[in-house]
């Protein structure tokens, strides 16, 4: 009897953050994934720092130079980003839990260790309410450098699902070709893309078409399901980034989306959505990918292993490096004791060489 690949549908959000407020972004956050659910999907995506929005807004809608006052925007910033795990990702475990669904939401993650580090991460919790790991971007893009820390390869992984591997990237990471080749080679078969608003005026026509080109590009090029959800820039966004109302005027209001869910052709399954909040669904069937792998498996027979390879430090990298054990107390007396067995053994050897007798 041959194997049977059941149809599931996934889903995209598209929505706005309530700028910069955690508890109310998760607020919106949980009605979604209720609403996803209830449409009958099984793997949700959300927005690229959704959780408690991205700051790049903030910095391009002022006509003023905001260098001098982000410190005290960055203060307010950290207080509504979010820990893993913390009371914040259990509100959003219990409603994947609830939705009986695997979601995969953007937010600014707080280091645990050092209060003042942030990551542009993605969280990955399954249908049963468990964090299954966080994905940190790899490369913050433009002004993001100016508030996140880059992530290392420890935090780039495939997960495992009954439907299927499912990945997950942000942003410009979609541009990067060797990031895009590792989840490909890890094996991905549905991967969430993430993307902040790019509302019109803000951003040109053109940085909205990249985003289709280059999901509908990734999803063609590894013969995958790309769940592509991306943000929308709604007037309380506008209102609190802005500080005058000829900046407020030169946003357009629910605008910056894109959102779309796109099949192993490349061809859209759902969408795109230009504007406004909302919920795209489609069912998919991860057999509908196997005709296109017969053309071009590029982590397959579609390649040459002989000739390309690609290598990936898989480590997390730390402050601190091979230090001794702070218990030590540094003591090196076992170490000094053998160094002076070895000076020992070698004088006694230098000794017999010297009293041999000439021949």
Known sequence: MADIYPRFTVAAVQAASVFFDRDKTIDKAVRFIEEAADRGAVIIGLPETF???????????????????????????????????????????????????????????????????????????SDTGEIMGVHRKLVSTFVEKFV????????????????????????????HSLFKYAVLAMGTQVHVAAWSAFPANIY?????????????????????????????????????????????????????????????????????????????????????????????NVVGHYTRWDIFTLNANRGRYSPFGNLPPASSGNDFSAELQGVREEISQLGERLGGIVQQPES
């Open 204 to 296: 040109q026509q053109s940085q909205r078409n990249s985003v289709d080109f280059r999901v509908r590009q990734f999803a063609h090029e590894g013969k995958i399901f790309v769940i592509n959800s991306c943000g929308v820039c709604d007037k309380q966004n506008i209102d609190f980034c802005c500080d005058t109302e000829e900046e407020k005027e030169n946003i357009v209001e629910n605008s910056g989306g894109g959102s779309s869910i796109i099949a192993p052709s490349g061809d859209y399954l759902a969408g795109p959505m230009p504007d406004g909040e909302g919920v795209l669904t489609a069912e998919i069937c991860l057999d509908d990918s196997f005709p296109g792998k017969q053309l071009h």
């Open 148 to 175: 996140f820390t880059p992530g290392d390869g420890s935090y780039l992984n495939v997960y495992d699902t009954p439907y299927g591997k499912l990945s997950a990237m942000n942003c410009g990471e979609h541009a």
């Open 51 to 125: 959780i408690p929005g991205e700051p790049n807004l903030w910095y391009l809608a002022k006509k003023a130079n905001p260098l001098p006052r982000q410190g005290q925007m960055f203060k307010e910033y950290v207080k509504n980003t979010v820990k893993v795990p913390s009371p914040a990702t259990d509100r959003l475990c219990a409603a994947a839990k609830k939705a009986h669904a695997y979601v995969v939401i953007g937010m600014a993650e707080r280091d645990e260790l050092y209060p003042g580090t942030l990551y542009l991460s993605q969280l990955f919790i």
